[in-house]
């Protein structure tokens, strides 16, 4: 590149001012304990995507539902917060992610109080709908907060903790439900799981408010409306189906829904494109997919959304259905893969990923595929006999792999966003998750329920789990095996210290994006 465009020049001067401008991390010394308030909300989201399982029955013999209201209750929480997550990501960008934020936290406050007061199925369930939007407008701004709030040698120990407090709230939301049902805390039974959130919410709006601060694009336009719709058509046609397609034993609307998507995602790129050409502000800033730490990245995220739709499905049924293992032993079960993942989340991003780089996120994929190769034999060896102890031999290889890599992925794929497209960035990287569990449960029928024969229910044919579930773990530590194969998309240096962000000068528009979608080097070191 010549020197004189190294400058930038009139016509971006203002931009390149903006990027260049001192970062939140520089200034704001509240940003730690306001990580506080953001990591609580990540929690909550976390254990509420789980907590509702254990809690089943009891939600049934109280309100009547039927199992088709009961799956809705489930899947309506998914559903919502898997289709608002691109937009409400990007409407931080566009409004304020604090603003956004606590918007968000007040919506699930409030939905988590119309759920644990509910009478009806219907309400619960218009309740569980509603909770899943209000997390797709709080979880993406965590994120993009983290990310335009701290320094590049401080994010990762910030994504570190992170990692390992998102994947304890998932693990252990079985076993939060189990302690808040059996100890019917206030007599108030299985409501408790959703009332326990209105403290956490009230006083995270309180402190949040005093702590977090704001920030979002610097030119910021209107929200795409029509990118909004057609993402929110297109992934509806996709998610919809994967979520009720084994549940309703896949009927024909499945598959029309599902090949519909093609076409409407199809056209919700081109209108995109368009959007970008005429100077608008995208939905999407697809410039970012251009960035092999944000493309590379997002496919590993599909494959470990897509196996740990697999096997959490399947190990919750094998727990305590094929060995007969009470919710609060099932979820005790689970402990060390709970307490690895963690230790394993901080020593990555600490330790081994600055030095290391790419190789410790695919040293973990393997580690995990070694976990479920383990599984599957100790399960096909022993069968409905297996010992507590041998259940949770193999969640140690499991807890450590995955602590090897999901810290360490948020913070690559995010690496190389420009600060004013950290919540687009966000929301895509949330909904790739959510997919990939999608797929994963969709999957679920083909390598475990349909290995238990009969009617494939899994109540009906619970001696048959322990063999179903050592059946369906090679196809997870397949799925890891693939995520150390993609890995190799990511550039070699991705996370070590000295690497920087990786962002490029803002010299001028990025094919097919705007200017914004370019960061100063100079703000990467």
């Known amino acids: 590149m010549s020197e004189n465009k190294s400058q930038p020049t009139a016509m971006n001067t203002a931009v390149a001012d903006a990027l260049v401008a001192p970062s939140p991390a520089a200034v704001d010394p509240r940003r730690w304990a306001a990580l506080i308030v953001l990591l609580v909300a990540t929690f909550m989201d976390a254990v509420d995507v789980t907590v509702v399982n254990i809690a089943i029955p009891h939600i049934q013999e109280d309100t009547g539902a039927s199992t088709a209201q009961i799956q809705w209750v489930v899947g309506g ?307 409905a006999d297996i010992a507590l102890w041998q259940t949770m031999l193999p969640l140690v290889p499991m807890g450590v792999g995955m602590g090897l890599i999901v810290a360490p992925l948020a913070d690559i794929i995010l690496s190389e966003v420009p600060h004013q497209d950290a919540g687009s960035a966000s929301g895509l990287n949330n909904t790739t998750v959510q997919l990939g569990q999608a797929v994963g449960t969709a999957l679920s029928s083909l390598v475990f329920f349909n290995r238990l024969g009969g009617d494939g229910n899994p109540v009906t044919q619970a001696a048959k789990i322990p063999d179903a579930f050592a059946h369906t773990l090679p196809y997870v530590a397949a799925a890891f095996l693939a995520a150390f194969a993609v890995l190799y998309a990511i550039p070699r240096r991705a996370g070590r210290t000295g690497a920087g962000d990786g962002a490029e000068p803002a010299d001028g528009p990025v094919p097919g994006g705007t200017a914004e979608a370019r960061q100063p080097a100079a703000t990467a070191r």
């Not at 289709?83 to 566009?94: A, C, E, H, Q, Y």
């Not at 965590?142 to 335009?148: F, R």
């Not at 059996?182 to 108030?188: K, N, R, V």
């Open 77 to 383: 929480y998914a559903l919502a917060f898997a289709l608002g997550l691109i937009t409400g990501g990007r409407l931080g960008d566009l409004y304020g992610r604090k603003k956004v934020f606590l918007a968000g936290v007040a919506g699930f406050t409030l939905t988590s109080l119309v759920c644990g007061i509910a009478t009806t199925a219907e309400v619960l369930l218009a309740g569980r709908i509603a909770q899943g939007a209000a997390a797709a407008l709080m979880v993406p701004q965590v994120l993009s907060i983290i990310h335009v709030s701290f320094s590049k040698e401080e994010r990762g120990k910030v994504f570190g903790v992170y990692g390992a407090v998102t994947a304890l709230g998932v693990l252990t939301g079985p076993l939060v439900g189990a302690l808040l049902v059996e100890g019917d805390l206030f007599g108030w039974g299985w409501r408790s799981i959703f009332l326990v959130n209105l403290p956490l919410g009230v006083l995270g709006l309180i402190v949040g408010s005093v702590l977090i601060r704001e920030s979002k694009a610097e030119h910021a336009a209107r929200l795409d409306v029509g990118g909004m719709l057609l993402s929110v058509v297109g992934l509806l046609c996709l998610v919809l189906p994967l979520i009720q397609g084994r549940e309703l034993d896949w009927p024909l609307w499945t598959y029309v829904m599902l090949a519909a998507s093609l076409p409407v995602l199809a056209l919700f790129v081109a209108y995109e494109r368009r959007v970008i050409a005429r100077g608008g502000s995208p939905l999407v800033v697809l410039s970012l997919f251009s960035r092999t730490s944000f493309s590379g990245g997002l496919g590993v995220q599909l494959l470990f959304g897509l196996a740990s739709g697999v096997f959490f499905l399947a190990w919750t049924l094998y727990l305590q259905l094929g060995l007969g293992f009470s919710p609060l032993k099932a979820g005790l079960s689970g402990l060390p893969l709970s307490l690895l993942l963690m230790a394993g989340a901080g020593v990555s991003m600490q330790v081994l990923v600055p030095r290391f780089g790419r190789r410790v996120l695919q040293v973990g994929a393997l580690v995990a595929a070694a976990g479920m190769a383990l599984f599957a034999w100790l399960a096909g060896h022993y069968g």
